[in-house]
C-alpha cells in the first residue's frame, strides 16, 4: 500500500467554475460590425488614413505620367477610400459606447466627433458584442505617436510657408539696403541741377547698375531719377529677375522723398520727372513680399 503525505498539496487540477477570465471580441478594422477601444480608435483612425492617402498617392504620381485626368480619379478614390474606414472605425466606436452606428454621422459636425476620443466604452459584453481585447504597447504608441505627427504636419505646413515668406523679405529688404547710397546721389545730383539724373552717370555714380549688387541683387540702375532694384539668380525664385522701383518726389520747399513700390505716392509732392518709370508701374513683386510702406494701401 502506498503512503501518501496527508499535508501534501492535492496533484488534482482545480478550476473555479465561475471562471473570471474575461472573454474578448475580436478586431477587425474594416468592418461595420463589432467593437473598438478609443485608444485604438485613435490610433487606426489616423494611422490608417495616412497609409491610404500614401499609397493612393503614390499610384496618383504614377497614373499623371499616363494621363493627367486618371490622377485626379486616383486622388478622388483615395479620398472615398479614407472616408470609407474612417465611418467603418467610427461604427464600430459608436457600438463601444453602446450605442447605434448611427451616432457616427455626428463626425460630419466640425468638433462634434471628439466624442469618440473621450467617452469610455462600456465594461464587459453589450449589445453589440464582447468587449475589445486590452490595448498592446504597440497599440498605446501608434495612438500617441500618430496624433502627434498629425499636429506637428499642421504646424510645419503653417510655419514653413511663414517662414519662406519672411527669408523672401529679408531678401528684399537688401535692396532696399543697397538702394540708399543712389537714393542719396539722386537727391545731390537734384539739388545741384534741378533736374532728375538720368542715368547712373549724371548721379555721379559708376555707370555699371551691376556695380551696385549685392548677394541677392544683381544691379541697382537709376533711370529718370527712379532707382530700380532687380534681383539676381541667388535669390528665391519668387524674386529673382524681378524689379524694385523706387521713385523721387519733391515737395513745396524742394526737398526730396520717395515712392516705394505699389505704396501711395507722397503727399503734397510731385514727381522729380514726369516721364520717369513710375514706382508702381516697375515693380513686379508681389505685394506679400513688399515692407509694409512699399505695399498698397498703406498710410503713414
Not at 79 to 101: C, E, K, P, W
Not at 146 to 159: W, Y
Not at 167 to 192: D, F, M
Request: net charge neutral; hydrophobic share 45%; charged share 15%.
Amino acid at each position: 500500500m502506498q503512503n501518501r503525505n496527508p499535508y501534501a498539496a492535492p496533484q488534482t487540477n482545480v478550476t473555479r467554475g465561475d471562471s473570471d477570465v474575461d472573454e474578448y471580441g475580436e478586431i477587425k478594422m474594416f468592418s461595420a460590425q463589432g467593437r473598438i477601444g478609443r485608444v485604438r480608435f485613435i490610433g487606426y483612425s489616423i494611422g490608417l488614413s495616412i497609409l491610404v492617402m500614401l499609397a493612393f498617392g503614390i499610384v496618383a504620381a504614377v497614373a499623371a505620367l499616363i494621363d493627367p485626368t486618371a490622377s485626379l480619379v486616383v486622388i478622388g478614390i483615395g479620398y472615398i477610400a479614407v472616408i470609407v474606414v474612417q465611418f467603418l472605425l467610427t461604427i464600430q466606436r459608436s457600438h463601444d459606447m453602446n450605442v447605434t452606428g448611427w451616432l457616427s454621422l455626428i463626425s460630419l459636425i466640425p468638433l462634434a466627433a471628439l466624442i469618440f476620443w473621450f467617452v469610455p466604452g462600456t465594461r464587459g459584453e453589450n449589445d453589440y458584442g464582447k468587449q475589445p481585447p486590452p490595448n498592446t504597447t504597440g497599440v498605446i504608441i501608434l495612438a500617441c505617436v500618430v496624433p502627434l505627427l498629425a499636429i506637428v504636419g499642421i504646424l510645419a505646413a503653417i510655419a514653413i510657408p511663414a517662414y519662406q515668406d519672411y527669408t523672401i523679405r529679408a531678401q528684399v529688404s537688401e535692396g532696399l539696403n543697397l538702394a540708399a547710397g543712389p537714393k542719396a546721389a539722386v537727391a545731390e545730383a537734384y539739388l545741384r541741377s534741378r533736374t532728375a539724373p538720368m542715368d547712373r552717370g549724371e548721379a555721379g555714380l559708376p555707370p555699371a547698375p551691376t556695380d551696385t549688387s549685392g548677394k541677392y541683387v544683381e544691379s541697382v540702375d537709376i533711370a529718370g531719377g527712379t532707382i530700380l532694384v532687380t534681383y539676381g539668380a541667388a535669390a528665391n525664385s519668387m524674386l529673382a529677375g524681378r524689379v524694385l522701383g523706387i521713385q523721387p518726389y519733391v515737395t513745396s520747399d524742394r526737398a526730396v522723398v520717395w515712392r516705394c513700390g505699389a505704396g501711395p505716392a507722397p503727399q503734397s509732392a510731385v514727381a522729380m520727372d514726369a516721364g520717369a518709370p513710375s514706382a508702381a508701374g516697375a515693380t513686379d513683386l508681389e505685394p506679400r513680399y513688399l515692407p509694409s510702406s512699399c505695399r498698397p494701401g498703406f498710410a503713414p
